[in-house]
């Protein structure tokens, strides 16, 4: 059985070790060649170099600085959420109640979420059913703006005459209205589904146009001159100089339609019907329902936020820079 001594930093060296320095000393330096007071002076330094050293203190985490840069995360957001909270009570106790207060909808909302995927026909279905359609119909038309915009950015911003040619068309077309373009999809496509689909497809088009473009320009002329010299195709400049370079811009374009084809996919469901989170709205004002219109509110900007977010990930993890909401 093997047992150990362990001695603090504070204690005195073991007595055999005193001994032998007590010698070292005494043989190097005659008893009449030094002092009394010398020969203490040079046991305690040989006594306190034999003695072992006192161990490093482990480190220490700055609790304080953890906690405070804690509160800093989540203490503004808090305080933003609760003078929404404050407001909200304020303008439903001076509205009389016309405005639900923040504690029945708080009730309502609880009891809409506790079954969101129930069907009792076309018209009455849950607000799950209703977001997943929405984000069908944005899917599929913020698809196929990718598929059309991204390589037309690329072509407009490579070639100066097509920029030149379809820079006009995209400034008149940009600045129109969503809605307006409802009417002219109904007209073409018999249908309110294709015509909201329509709807998100020419509105999220252009920041992909646009930005994919701007980075295409901006592309440094050194690689260009490189890739003259070495004779590059020019698929090979697009795929090894100009998208890794446009990338950041492109996915800019992206987050930009994103936001753009959600918004838009909300006023267009209220006017063609159907099922969708926009059509729930409307649907809850025709049943003087302002609860359920509240939340859905809430359940709109939720989505649009998760959306955001998403694409931001996105974006940082294929590009050095750091991207900000």
């Known amino acids: 059985m093997v047992s150990a001594v362990f001695h603090s930093p504070l204690d005195a060296a073991p007595v055999a070790a005193q001994n032998a320095m007590n010698n070292v000393a005494s043989s190097a330096y005659p008893a009449s060649a030094i002092?009394?007071?010398?020969?203490?002076?040079a046991a305690a330094a040989a006594a306190s170099a034999a003695a072992p050293a006192p161990a490093a203190a482990a480190p220490r985490r700055d609790w304080a600085a953890l906690s405070r840069?804690?509160?800093?995360?989540?203490?503004?957001?808090?305080?933003?959420?609760?003078?929404?909270?404050?407001?909200?009570?304020v303008v439903s106790t001076t509205t009389g109640g016309n405005i639900p207060s923040p504690k029945d909808t708080w009730v309502q909302a609880l009891e809409v979420f506790s079954n969101p995927f129930y069907r009792n026909g076309p018209n009455d279905q849950g607000v799950g059913w209703n977001v997943l359609?929405?984000?069908?119909?944005?899917?599929?038309?913020?698809?196929?703006?990718?598929?059309?915009?991204?390589?037309?950015?690329f072509v407009i911003g490579r070639f100066a005459?097509?920029?030149?040619?379809?820079?006009?068309?995209i400034?008149?077309?940009?600045?129109?209205?969503?809605?307006?373009?409802?009417?002219?999809?109904?007209?073409?496509?018999?249908?309110?589904?294709?015509?909201?689909?329509?709807?998100?497809?020419i509105c999220s088009i252009w920041p992909m146009i646009i930005?994919?473009?701007?980075?295409?320009?901006?592309?440094?002329?050194?690689?260009?001159?490189?890739?003259r010299v070495l004779n590059l195709s020019e698929w090979k400049i697009a795929t090894k100089i100009l998208f890794p370079a446009v990338l950041p811009?492109?996915?800019t374009g992206v987050r930009l339609a994103v936001g753009t084809a959600w918004l838009v996919i909300v006023a267009a469901e209220m006017l063609t019907g159907g099922v969708g989170i926009g059509f729930w709205v409307w649907d809850e004002w025709n049943n003087l329902n302002v609860?359920?219109?509240?939340?859905?509110?809430?359940?709109?900007?939720?989505?649009?936020?998760?959306?955001?977010?998403?694409?931001?990930?996105?974006?940082?993890?294929?590009?050095?820079?750091?991207?900000?909401a």
């Open 133 to 153: 359609m929405s984000l069908q119909r944005v899917a599929i038309g913020f698809g196929m703006a990718a598929l059309v915009g991204i390589p037309a950015g």
């Open 161 to 169: 005459f097509l920029s030149r040619m379809f820079n006009p068309l």
């Open 211 to 227: 930005n994919t473009a701007v980075g295409v320009q901006r592309v440094p002329q050194d690689y260009m001159n490189v890739a």
């Open 291 to 324: 609860k359920n219109i509240i939340i859905a509110i809430f359940v709109i900007g939720i989505v649009g936020l998760v959306l955001e977010f998403a694409l931001i990930k996105l974006a940082t993890a294929f590009t050095f820079e750091e991207v900000k």
């Open 249 to 251: 811009y492109m996915l």
């Open 171 to 201: 400034s008149l077309l940009r600045p129109v209205s969503p809605l307006a373009w409802l009417p002219i999809g109904l007209l073409v496509f018999k249908g309110a589904n294709p015509a909201a689909i329509w709807t998100i497809f």
């Open 69 to 89: 840069s804690f509160w800093m995360a989540v203490l503004p957001p808090l305080c933003g959420l609760g003078l929404l909270i404050g407001l909200w009570a």
């Open 35 to 41: 002092s009394p007071k010398t020969s203490q002076t």
